[in-house]
């Protein structure tokens, strides 16, 4: 079964850290380009962060730019999202994405919950 799963959400604490991961199974994750989304309550979802699957390009959206970063390991299947001095607004359910328009396929996680409280 093809399928991306994140883990590492939980509480954190304003000006912590707190690192993300996007494992896929089933598909080799280097052919896609990922990208994490968030669901705050009450709010649409939005995307954050994305890296290509050519050059490793990314992008930071302003909410989140200089705190956030993303990387890929292609060994390991995985991204990653490190999360760096977080705020409570940054609270929300945390998704990857993995897309590759060369083959019209893309998958959705299941999302991992993090909260940023004191």
């Known amino acids: 079964q093809k399928q991306v799963v994140e883990s590492g959400g939980g509480l954190v604490q304003p000006g912590g850290s707190l690192r993300l991961s996007c494992a896929a199974s089933?598909?080799?994750?280097?052919?896609?380009?990922i990208g994490w989304f968030r669901q705050a309550p009450g709010k649409e979802r939005e995307g954050v962060t994305c890296?290509?699957?050519?050059?490793?390009?990314?992008y930071y959206t302003d909410a989140i730019k200089g705190r956030f970063t993303i990387s890929r390991d292609n060994a390991k299947n995985t991204v990653y999202l490190q999360m760096n001095s977080p705020k409570p607004e940054d609270t929300a359910v945390y998704y990857c994405?993995?897309?590759?328009?060369?083959?019209?396929?893309?998958?959705w996680g299941q999302g991992t919950q993090v909260t940023v409280s004191s």
């Open positions: 089933g598909f080799t994750l280097d052919d896609y380009a």
């Open positions: 890296i290509s699957s050519t050059d490793g390009s990314t």
């Open positions: 994405r993995a897309d590759n328009v060369d083959v019209l396929r893309g998958y």
